[in-house]
């Protein structure tokens, strides 16, 4: 790898499972689109996709989204297919199928941009948060955090411009933010610098039993490890209300039964992952130009449990992991 490291990284997960319908156009539509307006506005930036629990006997979705984009080289589009046997040890609940967060954390480790995004496969950039990444005016130390703005599900994204995204009759719903955490939706738009994602260890890996809620954790990590949350004061957008919208009622009276895992979880206790946090001793090895295989490895497994990564701390006191 030769390129100089850019100034922004884009960090997102998926696997080639069509989740929540047209899961394959919807990421490439909102890629397309976001790298036309970075690259429009000289933002130096790479597409980190970390594919998670690949589906056997389907084609990888890494080697989809390279063979979809031949103008992105192996500096600008990097992909890593985790091995599956990954899930099974790091899962202790059998309903979860797949382990958001702790797939984002293998991209957050593998990064090299000086700020970092974490972020969903369907989420367009907004003409103000590109304006702001532009200005080079970010500030490290500090989280910022985006509304979504959810477009009606039926809207027409053949052609995704401007035009559709700032059009508020085309909206279903807006996410509104609010201090001090932020913490509404907000795993679509996590932005922070690569040294202050690393001194927290990325997202809660102690926890293992569900996946919602994780982002919000995050925030109030964040928070108590002196790492201030600002809303960068533009949105992002989202067509539809998302999977969960669509299917949270069934599950309304067996939370135990959702395939997020129960949303009931004490999302209000601080955690500090081990050094082996997002698999950052597996064994790696090259597929092909920017995509790379994370080999399965007991030894890049963090213990199933351990009541000393449990961290009371309330906001603003120090609950900051050291460097690793």
């Not at 500090?142 to 052609?159: C, E, G, N, P």
């Not at 009622?249 to 395939?259: K, L, T, V």
């Not at 001793?281 to 497994?301: H, K, L, M, Q, Y």
Request: hydrophobic share 40%; aromatic share 10%; with cysteine.
């Amino acid at each position: 790898m030769n390129a100089a490291p850019p100034f922004l990284s884009i960090v997102v997960t998926g696997r080639n499972d069509d989740f929540g319908g047209d899961f394959n156009g919807r990421f490439f539509r909102s890629l397309r689109f976001n790298h036309e307006k970075l690259s429009e506005a000289g933002i130096s930036h790479e597409f980190i996709l970390v594919e998670w629990r690949p589906i056997q006997n389907a084609p990888y979705l890494s080697t989809l989204v390279t063979a979809a984009f031949p103008n992105l080289d192996a500096d600008q589009l990097r992909c890593f297919i985790v091995d599956p046997a990954y899930h099974d040890a790091l899962s202790l609940n059998p309903r979860l199928q797949f382990q958001e967060f702790i797939a984002k954390n293998v991209g957050i480790r593998r990064a090299r941009g000086s700020f970092l995004l974490t972020t969903n496969t369907d989420i367009f950039l907004s003409r103000g948060v590109i304006a702001r990444l532009a200005s080079r005016s970010l500030e490290r130390g500090i989280l910022y955090r985006a509304a979504r703005h959810d477009l009606k599900s039926y809207s027409d994204v053949t052609r995704v411009d401007w035009e559709l995204l700032e059009d508020d009759r085309n909206y279903d719903a807006v996410n509104v933010i609010q201090p001090p955490l932020f913490t509404n939706a907000s795993g679509d738009f996590l932005l922070l610098d690569q040294d202050s994602y690393h001194r927290l260890r990325g997202f809660n890996e102690v926890y293992r039993v569900a996946k919602i809620h994780i982002d919000g954790n995050f925030c109030l990590k964040a928070s108590a490890s002196q790492v201030p949350l600002l809303d960068i004061g533009h949105p992002v957008y989202h067509v539809g209300r998302g999977t969960f919208h669509a299917q949270a009622g069934q599950y309304r009276n067996r939370p135990g039964d959702a395939p997020w895992g129960d949303r009931r979880w004490k999302s209000d206790v601080i955690y500090l992952n081990g050094p082996e946090w997002g698999l950052g001793i597996a064994p790696e090895r090259s597929i092909s130009a920017g995509v790379t295989a994370i080999d399965f490895n007991w030894n890049a497994v963090g213990p199933m449990v351990d009541l000393r990564r449990v961290v009371h701390a309330r906001a603003g006191e120090s609950g900051m992991a050291p460097t690793a």
